[in-house]
T-cell receptor
Framework: GQSLEQPSEVTAVEGAIVQINCTYQTSGFYGLSWYQQHDGGAPTFLSYNALDGLEETGRFSSFLSRSDSYGYLLLQELQMKDSASYFCAVVDSSYKLIFGSGTRLLVRP | DTAVSQTPKYLVTQMGNDKSIKCEQNLGHDTMYWYKQDSKKFLKIMFSYNNKELIINETVPNRFSPKSPDKAHLNLHINSLELGDSAVYFC???????????????FGPGTRLTVL
């Protein structure tokens, strides 16, 4: 079967750094994506890792270790507007995007 | 300019009815998708079309029938609606059927379907 595991909820303080982990077990693997979804909104793309290592885009970074079937999303200098759900998603061997169950991030003042 | 649009945004209907959701993208993308997001926010792919051709058909009841009149449109028709069909349905598009760091999926705003 295919599964992606990520924490259901994370709480952090404004200005802090938070890491959201994702472990996966899928049939084939092309890459790991991260999407952000605010309540009532649509998922929006944040990052994509096809190779091992860290990808940085502004305050957000994403890491992948293919040998460990593991990745994480790092959010720095947290802002209130970062409160949202974050989904990791694996591109499997048939180019399908398989989503994790999402991590709800709550940023407190 | 709206990149991926869906209509309607909300749909409330009775069990047993037939309904359609429309999706259009103006990004010039070749591949379009339908996803279902349930009440627990679990997002699951249903169908994918590449240039009007069905390429992914997950284990979805045959009451759901996608139709792609051209590569900019992917509609979803649902027959004999059931209570369990209540969810948010998202349309998405990407520039090709494969993925690279630049091939992101762009999601529409979603259609919240409520079956009574």
């Amino acid at each position: 079967g295919q599964s992606l595991e990520q924490p259901s909820e994370v709480t952090a303080v404004e200005g802090a750094i938070v890491q959201i982990n994702c472990t996966y077990q899928t049939s084939g693997f092309y890459g790991l994506s991260w999407y952000q979804q605010h309540d009532g909104g649509a998922p929006t793309f944040l990052s994509y890792n096809a190779l091992d290592g860290l990808e940085e885009t502004g305050r957000f970074s994403s890491f992948l270790s293919r040998s460990d079937s593991y990745g994480y999303l790092l959010l720095q200098e947290l802002q209130m507007k970062d409160s949202a759900s974050y989904f990791c998603a694996v591109v499997d061997s048939s180019y399908k995007l398989i989503f994790g169950s999402g991590t709800r991030l709550l940023v407190r003042p | 300019d709206t990149a991926v649009s869906q209509t309607p945004k909300y749909l409330v209907t009775q069990m047993g009815n037939d309904k359609s959701i429309k999706c259009e993208q103006n990004l010039g993308h070749d591949t379009m998708y339908w996803y279902k997001q349930d009440s627990k926010k679990f997002l699951k792919i249903m169908f994918s079309y590449n240039n009007k051709e069905l390429i992914i058909n997950e284990t979805v009841p045959n009451r759901f029938s996608p139709k792609s009149p051209d590569k900019a449109h992917l509609n979803l028709h649902i027959n004999s609606l059931e209570l369990g069909d209540s969810a948010v349905y998202f349309c998405a598009s990407t520039s090709s059927g494969s993925f690279s760091s630049t091939d992101t999926q762009y999601f529409g705003p979603g259609t919240r379907l409520t079956v009574l």
